[in-house]
């Protein structure tokens, strides 16, 4: 007979996996102590495995039904999972047991609070009268447990009784100054009442207030009324005498007007300013307040983790290197782009109100959202989305039943199509939230412009509409996950961008290093079409620069390059750069920028730079060639070229490839000897039976490496995409190698 395992012997499997206790159970005393288990959850639940602490918690309460421990865990684990109403729950389930816990007197006012905020009005003022009973009786008993006076500010602020909210706040930092949460969340409290409170009122709310906070709050609110030169004077005066209040928030205060007023450059002076000079954990944690609505999870569990100012500074240049499409430049465009979306984003999509369960459009929970997405406590979803990836092509609204937005974003070569839907339900003011799918028939009809499967939603059958719905909800989901995972740089909408064709080839270099040729072509001909006659010389900057993946700099060049123009300038400007660089993998990106013309180009790419080790025979990569008397141009058998930028090759021209081996074997005499050849094969495929040969050569020497330029006549074979692959036979080892390529063959 099969033998089955019960589900708590499951369980029981399960725990001792978690613990790491092995996988031999020989002994009957292998069953873990309670304790033990306790330590264990509580590991489990600061890292954030919540399922993992909520399943060794609960398997502790069934062997001991009255551990306290066990029980105020699992109320912890549904404060970290934001469910409040089963926190409630264990807390009073702990307090019926034991009447003197403070623990559950404190956590029980946090949930009591919380999920008042979640229910509608009457029964709101029932759970908030329970969390201030809670909190008022941890007070009464140590008023210096954890945060209580920070958690009954919260309250207060629920309550929208701002005084009384903000000295609490206050209190808080003056009995623990050691709380390191404790002055951010006075920070928090008081630009929810800048935000809040009415421009007339603000300032005699904020005047009654006697702290440094207040001050630099005054010039806050300057700043959001658009008054900057008196709010960058209060804040330079706060500067020069800075007491309580972070210099990272200053700076980040005079780097925004900065950026509002049009001058990137001291801005960005301002923000680094801010950067470079963490040296606490208040001040780091003002600079991740700016940078939080586009965190990856990746980089907020890494974040996290840093525990010095110095990792903190280097990890907020990383991250805004890595997002710099042109990090070669003197500006990150970035990172003023970003301050110029929250700028608008702080005038149109605040929202500081409760996200309810009945307010939710998506109550079925068809779409899911990454951890990071909860840190945005400030916009609502339509303004995350636009901190995230800028202004959208195209907006439809509608006015039903509900109020009904969405959001087109075009695909480019870098991100895929995107549609989000954003509606208000059961709600007022701003609070505009995401969905799965409208369900207002006349947005569907709007949308028919954008996708035609709306066409078929509205007057198609109704199995098919049925079917047609799940799709799109599903599409939906992964769109909201992509896009609330990634974020991405985007231009104004006047800015004219053009592409520049490039390559990067690998060949080896000296004492273990390699050499790196970035070759480019700067469409000459098409930007001169958008300057005047007049006009005899382009400048152009040209940027370049790589980096590892911790950030640091392998290699850097700035040039503006000045090029002469004529009556119907045509072409293209073809150059190089030339690196010699250890092997790693590298972020490799480039920009051009015309001055004086509202025009730019930029790619980026991930590769890693190859080691050629003086091991087995091996070839560089294939590099194309083109004719040239440039300034980088090298003489190869008689031929001065350089590296070409293009994929695309004209038939009419003769092809020249280069590539290099490596490593070839010597005989016994010192003799090398190998066979060479160039395919083109149709397609994106490798050799195969419709290859054909296009250079075939014997070759033969004393070096173990060897330099081959082929001059290929392409002029017999088809247009189109075609693979070029170099198959090199090492006669004396008889050991064929090779490398392919990408081309297009073209008719010009």
Same mark, same amino acid.
């Given at each position: ?177 050691? *709380? #390191?949460? =404790?002055?951010?969340? %006075?920070?928090?409290?008081? $630009?929810? +009442?800048? @935000? ?5 009122? &603000? ?11 207040? *001050? #630099?709050? =005054?010039?806050?609110? %300057?700043?959001?009324?658009? $008054?900057? +030169?008196? @709010? ?5 005066? &706060? ?510």
């Amino acid at each position: 007979m099969k033998r089955t395992c019960s589900p708590l012997h499951r369980q029981f499997v399960l725990l001792i996996l978690l613990l790491g206790a092995g996988t031999s159970m020989r002994a009957q005393n292998a069953v873990p102590k309670p304790a033990d288990s306790l330590a264990a959850a509580g590991k489990e639940l600061r890292l954030e495995n919540t399922a993992r602490a909520k399943e060794i918690y609960s398997w502790v309460l069934h062997e001991d039904r009255k551990s306290t421990a066990a029980r105020l865990g699992l109320g912890k684990v549904a404060i970290a999972e934001n469910e409040w109403g089963e926190g409630c729950d264990q807390f009073e389930e702990v307090m019926d047991r034991d009447t003197g816990s403070i623990a559950a007197r404190y956590y029980g006012g946090i949930c009591r609070r919380e999920y008042g905020a979640q229910v509608a009005w009457l029964l709101r003022r029932r759970q908030w009268q329970k969390s201030m009973d809670n909190f008022l009786w941890v007070l009464a008993r140590d008023s210096s447990y954890q945060d209580v006076l920070y958690q009954l500010a919260l309250l207060y602020r629920y309550k929208d009784e701002y005084d009384p909210a903000l000295d609490l706040g206050r209190l808080q930092i003056e009995r623990k100054p050691d *709380l #390191y949460d =404790a002055p951010l969340g %006075l920070f928090k409290l008081y $630009r929810f +009442v800048v @935000a809040n409170v009415s421009p007339g009122e &603000i300032f005699q709310l904020l005047g009654r207030r006697r702290d440094p906070f207040a *001050l #630099y709050f =005054a010039a806050e609110a %300057l700043r959001r009324q658009r $008054r900057y +030169v008196e @709010a960058e004077q209060l804040l330079k005066d &706060i500067l020069g005498r800075a007491e309580g209040i972070p210099l990272q928030a200053i700076y980040c205060s005079l780097a925004r007007i900065r950026f509002a007023q049009g001058d990137p450059a001291r801005g960005e002076a301002f923000y680094w300013s801010g950067v470079d000079s963490i040296s606490s954990w208040l001040g780091s944690a003002v600079i991740f307040e700016d940078v939080k609505y586009i965190l990856t999870d990746l980089e907020l569990k890494h974040y996290r983790s840093l525990t010095s100012d110095r990792k903190k500074s280097a990890f907020f240049r990383l991250f805004w290197n890595l997002r710099n499409p042109s990090p070669a430049a003197k500006l990150n465009v970035r990172l003023a782009e970003h301050e110029r979306r929250i700028i608008r984003a702080e005038q149109e999509f605040e929202y500081y109100g409760f996200r309810t369960h009945f307010n939710d459009p998506d109550k079925l929970h068809y779409l899911n959202f990454p951890r990071a997405f909860s840190l945005n406590q400030e916009f609502n979803d339509k303004g995350l989305v636009y901190v995230r990836h800028g202004d959208p092509d195209d907006i439809q609204r509608t006015i039903g039943e509900n109020l009904n937005e969405s959001w087109l974003y075009n695909g480019t070569e870098e991100s895929p199509k995107r549609i989000f839907y954003f509606t208000q339900v059961n709600s007022t003011g701003n609070n505009w939230r995401l969905t799965s799918l409208p369900e207002d028939h006349q947005m569907w009809e709007n949308l028919v412009m954008w996708d035609q499967r709306y066409n078929r939603l509205l007057n198609g059958q109704v199995l098919d509409q049925s079917e047609l719905q799940d799709q799109l909800r599903v599409e939906s989901e992964t769109t909201v996950s992509g896009a609330l995972a990634t974020d991405e740089h985007t231009w104004k909408k006047e800015t004219k961008v053009f592409a520049i064709p490039h390559s990067v080839n690998a060949f080896r270099g000296d004492t273990g290093r390699t050499l790196v040729n970035v070759s480019y072509a700067i469409p000459v001909g098409d930007i001169a079409k958008d300057l005047g006659d007049t006009v005899k010389t382009l400048r152009i900057e040209i940027g370049l620069s790589m980096n590892k993946t911790n950030g640091e700099v392998m290699a850097s060049e700035l040039d503006t390059l000045s090029l002469p123009l004529g009556s119907g300038t045509t072409g293209s400007y073809v150059e190089l750069y030339r690196f010699v660089l250890r092997p790693d993998s590298v972020r490799i990106a480039m920009h051009a920028r015309p001055l004086g013309l509202d025009m730019v180009s930029t790619w980026d790419r991930q590769i890693r730079i190859p080691d050629y080790p003086a091991t087995v025979p091996m070839l560089s990569d294939i590099e194309l060639l083109l004719p040239s008397n440039a300034r980088s141009s090298i003489e190869i058998n008689g031929v001065k070229v350089i590296a070409s930028p293009f994929d695309a090759v004209p038939r009419a021209k003769p092809l020249y490839v280069y590539w290099q081996i490596y490593n070839l074997t010597k005989d016994a005499d010192g003799k090398t000897a190998y066979r060479s050849r160039v395919l083109l094969t149709p397609g994106e495929s490798g050799p195969n039976d419709a290859s054909i040969v296009a250079y075939d050569g014997d070759h033969s020497g004393q070096d173990e490496s060897a330099a081959e330029l082929a001059r290929v006549d392409v002029r017999a074979y088809d247009r189109g995409i075609c693979t070029l692959t170099v198959e090199v036979t090492d006669r004396k080892m008889v050991r064929t190698f090779s490398k392919s390529r990408l081309l297009q063959l073209t008719g010009d």
